[in-house]
């Protein structure tokens, strides 16, 4: 019998390998990081290759920690960072150039353009997106463009394209499996969420010809097996989910009006919408959720740039913090900010203001301000941010959100939890697995194997670790936000 699922889960900063048994624990894990490549200011890259070397090196290292064979996965799941751009030669299986990772701001220009071109409500239809630098397709038309010898390959049908799921699948089956799931292939801006196909169309615009796409399947889709020369036997990849859409999985977020939010360096909030494609008119995006095929599921996503990464700058730039930990108990030293607001628009200001010329900013100091204050107050404002997304994700869907599933580096802070759920006035959960985006892919593999029968198992197996319930009065409430309001009108760039 093979009694554990394996999860990968491929990231921006590092990747991870995570072994969980029939009742979702844990058994063993390995994580490895892998350097980030600036080649000019704006751009960034990762090596193809240090990303194969650290997923065979953490799945290796996870089987032996577990103390297990790959002949004991019943399956495996694939979970990754999303829109990250690999082009690579499907003869030799060589990469044409670096992978262009999501954050990456080389064809913002291009972007722009495509916006004056008038050409923002078409992809919005198609896609879901708005036209921006973080989306494969420029990524893609970039690398035919600039790189030498790069067009007459994709010419000559040699060239293939993956968003580092793709790339890693294509890698392990030895070229046999060259696919990606609905998750993945909605953030690329080349795939139609409604029909759920490549766009012709876009595909023209960008000059990306057809055949360098990989075919899109369901995120539970039996995908084939890994060349046994990785592991020793071959596993069956039966998973495969963007990290985002994979988290609101392992929230088990899966019925209409189900919200998580992830607490990282920057917010990601994404509410389940079911078979309904939401539009929006706050500046949320639409994408696909993942499901087992039949009929598509939506999600609406906002994000928020700076999170947890306030608690950082605290930490290594004011130096006011010697860990993002210690950020809690600074905070409860004082009973309010003391009308100390900071808004963390240190890159602009996201949905649903939308101001690239917006700026960080700390308002209501007073003589009485001290460290405490300020702390407390750059813990509050991740709390706003999240709230305005909220109220964004509300006002598009028509749904009153009443339960916000929460996780994330940041969501182990009693005190930014507590908060939250005062200022929505919702309860805040937080599950005791935080690796929730390892567990949607091992989810998504382990119910395709029909290693877990159904849903209602894993709801059994999914274990709350604290529920933060809403007791802000409504007047303190009212005149917290409106303090934020105020302190936000301050940073807008006009
Ligand atoms: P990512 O996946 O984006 O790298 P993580 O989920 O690992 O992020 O979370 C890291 C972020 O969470 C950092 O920005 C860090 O400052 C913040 N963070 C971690 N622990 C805490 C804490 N106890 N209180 C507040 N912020 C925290």
């Not at 960008?206 to 055949?211: G, R, S, T």
């Not at 709801?459 to 802000?472: E, G, L, S």
């Not at 917290?480 to 807008?492: C, E, F, P, S």
Request: aromatic fraction near 10%; hydrophobic fraction near 40%.
């Amino acid at each position: 019998m093979k009694q554990y699922i394996l999860s990968l889960d491929q990231g921006t900063t590092s990747t991870r390998a995570i072994i969980f048994d029939k009742n979702s624990q844990i058994i063993a894990s390995a994580a490895r990081e892998f350097p980030q490549i600036y080649p000019q200011p704006g751009w960034v890259e990762h090596s193809p290759k240090d990303i194969m070397g650290t997923v065979v090196a953490v799945t290796g290292e996870a089987l032996v920690r577990a103390g297990i064979s790959a002949s004991d996965i019943a399956a495996m799941g694939v979970t990754n960072q999303r829109e990250t751009t690999f082009v690579w030669d499907k003869k030799t299986g060589k990469p044409v150039c670096n992978a262009i990772v999501w954050q990456c701001r080389r064809t913002a220009e291009y972007c722009e353009y495509l916006k004056t071109a008038g050409l923002s409500q078409t992809i919005y239809q198609k896609t879901g997106l708005v036209p921006d630098a973080y989306f494969s397709a420029t990524k893609i038309k970039w690398i035919l463009d600039n790189v030498e010898g790069a067009r007459t390959l994709a010419d000559a049908g040699r060239l293939a394209f993956g968003t580092a799921d793709t790339f890693i699948l294509w890698q392990l089956s030895r070229g046999k499996i060259f696919a990606t799931d609905y998750t993945n292939a909605s953030r690329t801006m080349l795939f139609n969420i409604h029909t759920l196909k490549w766009d012709e169309e876009l595909l023209s615009l960008f000059d990306i010809p057809a055949d360098m796409l990989p075919e899109v399947k369901p995120s539970g889709h039996n995908y084939g097996c890994t060349d046994e020369s990785f592991f020793g036997s071959p596993i069956a990849v039966c998973g495969v989910a963007g990290d985002q859409q994979s988290a609101l999985f392992g929230q088990l977020c899966l019925d209409e009006g189900d919200v998580k939010n992830t607490y990282g360096t920057g917010c990601f909030l994404l509410m389940n919408t079911g078979d309904k494609a939401v539009k929006s008119s706050n500046g949320l995006i639409t994408t696909l959720a993942a499901s087992f095929g039949g009929k598509p599921q939506y999600v609406l996503e906002g994000s928020v740039f700076v999170g947890g990464a306030v608690v950082q700058w605290l930490r290594d730039e004011l130096k006011i913090l010697t860990s993002a930990e210690e950020s809690e108990k600074e905070a409860l030293k004082v009973k309010n900010s003391g009308g100390v607001y900071v808004v963390p628009a240190f890159t602009g200001l996201g949905a649903p203001y939308w101001d690239s010329d917006a700026r960080g900013a700390i308002l209501g100091i007073t003589r009485g301000t001290n460290r405490s204050h300020i702390i407390r107050a750059a813990l509050e404002g991740i709390a706003y941010e999240v709230y305005d997304l909220v109220e964004a994700m509300q006002k598009d869907s028509g749904i009153k959100i009443t339960r916000l599933a929460v996780d994330g580096g940041a969501s182990k802070n009693n005190f930014l939890m507590q908060f939250q759920a005062d200022i929505l006035n919702c309860s805040a959960v937080r599950p005791k697995i935080p690796e929730t985006t390892a567990l949607g892919a091992a989810y998504l593999a382990g119910l395709t194997a029909g290693f877990w029968k159904n849903l209602n198992e894993l709801k059994k197996n999914a274990a709350v670790d604290r529920v933060f319930t809403p007791y802000m009065s409504e007047k303190t409430r009212g005149e917290l936000l409106n303090g934020w309001q105020k302190a936000v009108r301050h940073t807008r760039g006009s």
